[in-house]
């Protein structure tokens, strides 16, 4: 999918829809510094441990989610955010329906 319109007004949680049993994803915008992308995770639906070469910024924009980096656990809900530190595992569950906003930042 395209990513969004520029200089336009954006209801995030309004651009990418809940799909039952996964995981949806869309890419909002992508450049050279990093890219930010919207998610919709169905209740009970995980991304499992993973490490990424960038901080990623996690700011839940609807329902609750367990994101645990390096095995401490973080439980967010609707306008809560952690940043994930670069290389460290991270693991990211809903414990509802929940919708990300994640902002990757490349150094």
Known sequence: MA???KSEILHMADLVAYNDGS???RQIT???AG???LFAFDKEQELSEHTAPYDALAHVLDGETEIKISGKPFHLKTGDA???PA????AVKAL?????LLTMIRK
């Open 87 to 90: 290389g460290e595992p991270h």
């Open 23 to 25: 995981v949806v994803s």
């Open 35 to 37: 890219n930010v992308t």
């Open 82 to 84: 952690v940043i994930m």
């Open 30 to 32: 992508k450049a050279d």
């Open 3 to 5: 990513t969004a319109p």
């Open 96 to 100: 509802t329906r929940f919708k990300m």
